[in-house]
């Protein structure tokens, strides 16, 4: 960027530092606060800070950002990663594209754009904002559900619609805004054949290149390369007459499955994360903010018509093609509904290709930020709006079948479905709960029977038979919805025996104070389990790995029962914490001590 100062670079700097922190503490996003922060620091407010012509400089640089996000998409995605999800991304995915892009191309050719025009934008607003919606969803806990899952699907599969529409973009070119020359079918066959050329030989070559540089075990060569690889295939491709994101893109599926994907991701992700958010930064620069003061209810129309189509789009999707739920296909639509930082990066490229006119690429921009800024709003909307008519209309539980002498599973988890599966596997009857009604949908598609209730409210466990129950498993992942399950149990049916799950050790001193003796840390068996693998993996004689787990699995399970009782004396519990280690070598002493001593003993005998 030779036009910008070392001043200039200190404040862009000052803004990447800022904006994002400051915008996910806000829960814009941080795409959106680096957006923001560029308009704040662009020539159309007062700050003023950059003009045009240094606001297209740094966009040009930042554009490699761009270039280097293409490569980690292509190290992640590994032919057994796109396999095993293949329905969800190859299926929901290419409907989604495929259906909101012709309904937003026909709105284009309705308000009178060229053919070409209509269609690419079209498509590039059909793309969502993977970086965003993957935030949002992730702290609005949607990710971890099935509609989630899905939405990564659809996400996964715009990606790779991102690469051909970047790449092809000057098939899109409309003759009086080109401005470079078209690509005719002769250079198209010569590219095709270069990319062909590149991934034979980056096959055969790259990976064994990599290895011979990681055998230096000198780090910042490791970098170079790993930058390298990607400036490489991105001048290459670009001497063939193809995108240089595209090049990036075959350079990191061509390292998928290597061995080194791991480091090179970490080595180039600083730089992507600095340039990407350098990009956005920039493209809030572009943007004209007296266009939205002129035209705030066209913007505002556009915005709207971009949201209801793509969220009508997923919904009806969700609904018929993965028989979502209302609630949950709602969610999914709504999640989706942005445009993307894809977007960007297209009309940027549109407009160098011909496709678009800059004040129509600028409009556009515009659009899709505040589709961006709209996406948390509306989750939070809906969120209130459903809970609110929870609390008007009391949830319908399924009715539960009449059982005697069976065990009841609060909790349909992981840990839920093991209990189940040794239950089924020995014939003893039980009723599982559980909360989620996508989690009960889910298991019954893999012929577990489990049923949607909250197993915190007398009415349910006395539809599931609690009278009559031989025990109850508490395996709630919620620690208070644990806690109210058990007292409810305790205190309605006091002779039904509780077996518990705890989250940690304050989680299993509250199920003690409610009398729930049976209980086991949830993590607690499995950590002893692989300790003593590693101990015999470190030559340790299985014995003595058994005897060594063994005293400490005693020891501790001892000290849970004595920090509950002196739970209220903090003193107490410290000076035990900072005794524990020294106590737990002279167990181990003793307990080697004991094991020489019975050794003699039979070797006396034997010699008698």
């Known amino acids: ?73 292509g190290l992640e995605l590994r032919p057994k990663r796109l396999f095993a999800m293949r329905n969800a991304v190859f299926g ?14 026909l709105g284009g050719l309705l308000a009178g754009l060229p053919w070409q025009t209509a269609l690419f934008i079209g498509f590039a607003l059909a793309l969502s904002s993977t970086a965003f919606a993957l935030q949002v969803m992730e702290e609005t806990g949607d990710l971890n559900t099935r ?10 599969f715009q990606d790779l619609t991102a690469i051909p529409l970047i790449a092809l973009a000057p098939i899109f070119a409309v003759g009086e805004l080109v401005t470079d020359p078209k690509m005719d079918v002769i250079s198209a066959f010569k590219g095709l054949a270069i990319i062909a050329a590149v991934v034979v030989a980056g096959h055969y070559l790259l990976d064994h290149f990599i290895r011979l540089v990681a055998r230096a075990r000198i780090r910042e060569a490791m970098t170079a390369t790993a930058l390298l690889t990607v400036v490489g295939f991105a001048m290459v491709m670009q001497q063939a007459g193809v995108s240089t994101s595209l090049g990036a893109f075959i350079a990191g599926a061509l390292l998928a499955e290597s061995s080194y994907r791991h480091q090179l991701e970490a080595d180039i992700q600083p730089f992507e994360g600095l340039l990407l ?60 509904a942005q445009g993307g930082e894809f977007a960007f990066v297209l009309f ?42 929870r609390k008007t209309a009391a949830p319908s539980y399924e009715p539960l079948p009449d059982k005697d002498g069976h065990v009841i599973i609060a909790g349909f988890g992981r840990f839920g479905q093991i209990v189940a599966r040794i239950l089924t ?21 893999f012929g577990s029977q489990a049923f949607y209730g909250d197993a915190s409210r007398p009415e349910i466990l006395d539809a599931a038979g609690a009278q009559s129950a ?29 077996y518990a799950r705890a989250r940690n050790r304050a989680h299993a001193h509250r199920l003690l104070d ?39 699995r005693s020891h501790d399970e001892r000290r849970l029962i004595e920090d509950y009782q002196d739970a209220s004396d903090l003193e107490k519990l410290q000076e035990r914490a900072r005794s524990d280690v020294k106590t737990l070598e002279k167990l181990f002493e003793e307990d080697a001590a004991e094991e020489q001593r019975l050794r003699e003993a039979a070797r006396a005998e034997e010699e008698r």
Request: glycine residues 8%; neutral net charge; proline residues 4%.
């Open 514 to 552: 409610l009398g729930v003796n049976k209980l086991q840390r949830a993590t607690f068996l499995s950590a002893i389990d692989i300790t003593r693998a590693l101990l015999m993996g470190l030559g340790v004689p299985s014995r003595e790995a058994e005897r060594i787990t063994h005293t400490f």
């Open 1 to 73: 960027m030779p036009g910008v100062t070392l001043q200039e670079t200190a404040v862009l700097l000052a803004a990447l530092a800022i904006a994002a922190p400051l915008a996910r503490w806000l829960g814009i996003g941080s795409v959106l606060g680096y957006l923001v922060a560029g308009m704040l620091l662009g020539p159309s407010t007062i700050g003023f800070v950059f003009s045009d012509y240094e606001a297209k400089e740094i966009l040009d640089f930042a554009e490699f950002g761009i270039v280097l996000l293409l490569f980690v998409i």
């Open 147 to 156: 509609h989630g899952r899905l939405g990564f699907a659809v996400l996964l």
């Open 348 to 389: 940027t490229v549109g407009y160098s290709a011909g496709v678009l006119t800059w004040e129509m690429s600028e409009l556009l921009t515009i659009v899709v930020s505040v589709s961006m800024a709209l996406t948390p709003i509306l989750l939070k909307l809906d969120e209130l709006l459903s809970r609110r008519k």
């Open 470 to 498: 031989r025990a109850f498993v508490l395996a709630i992942d919620d620690v208070d919805a644990s806690l109210r399950a058990a007292e409810i149990v305790k205190t309605r049916y006091p002779d039904l025996p509780i």
């Open 277 to 336: 958010g350098l990009f956005f930064t920039a493209i809030g620069m572009t943007i004209d903010l007296r266009v939205v003061l002129q035209e705030p209810v066209l913007i505002l129309s556009l915005v709207g018509g971009l949201v209801a189509v793509k969220a009508i789009v997923l919904y009806t999707l969700g609904r018929w093609w993965e028989e979502l739920d209302p609630g949950p296909a709602r969610r999914l639509g709504l999640a989706l």
């Open 425 to 445: 596997a020995r014939r003893i009857p039980f009723t599982a709960l559980d909360i989620d009604p996508e989690q009960v949908e889910f298991v019954r598609r």
């Open 92 to 105: 929901l995915g290419s409907a989604q594209v495929g259906l909101t892009g012709m309904l937003l191309a």
